[in-house]
Nanobody, 127 residues
Framework: EVQLVESGGGLVQPGGSLRLSCAAS????????MSWVRQAPGKGLEWVST????????TAADSVKGRFTISRDNAKNTLYLQMNSLKPDDTAVYYC????????????????????WGQGTQVTVSS
């Protein structure tokens, strides 16, 4: 079965950095676009970033652009999210998700845009 397992979350201070990982299995990882999404307490799902199959093209939400970098290692079936200059508003559960489509163009998002996602990893940005 398809499995996506996020790791790397934790408590960090504002301005700090964190690197999230997503271990994928049960499908041919290299032929799928992959995304990171997040959900803050009491808020709806927010798209964070998407990467194409080979990793050469990426998109990111305006709220994280310039601070977060999505990447992938297809040989390791792993997706990453490097988060720098973290802000308290970045506090959320972060999910690795497999988009139903193959597009880098994202505005709003719902769970219906994805067919699989992981259990999530908590990122808390606080002093």
């Amino acid at each position: 079965e398809v499995q996506l397992v996020e790791s790397g979350g934790g408590l960090v201070q504002p301005g700090g950095s964190l690197r999230l990982s997503c271990a994928a299995s049960g499908f041919t990882f290299s032929i799928y676009y992959m995304s990171w999404v997040r959900q803050a307490p009491g808020k709806g799902l927010e798209w964070v970033s998407t990467i194409n199959t080979g990793g050469g093209s990426t998109t990111a939400a305006d709220s994280v652009k310039g601070r977060f970098t999505i990447s992938r290692d297809n040989a390791k079936n792993t997706l990453y999210l490097q988060m720098n200059s973290l802000k308290p508003d970045d506090t959320a559960v972060y999910y690795c998700a497999r988009p139903r489509g193959r597009t880098l163009k994202v505005t709003t998002t719902t769970w219906k845009d994805y067919d699989y996602w992981g259990q999530g990893t908590q990122v808390t940005v606080s002093s």
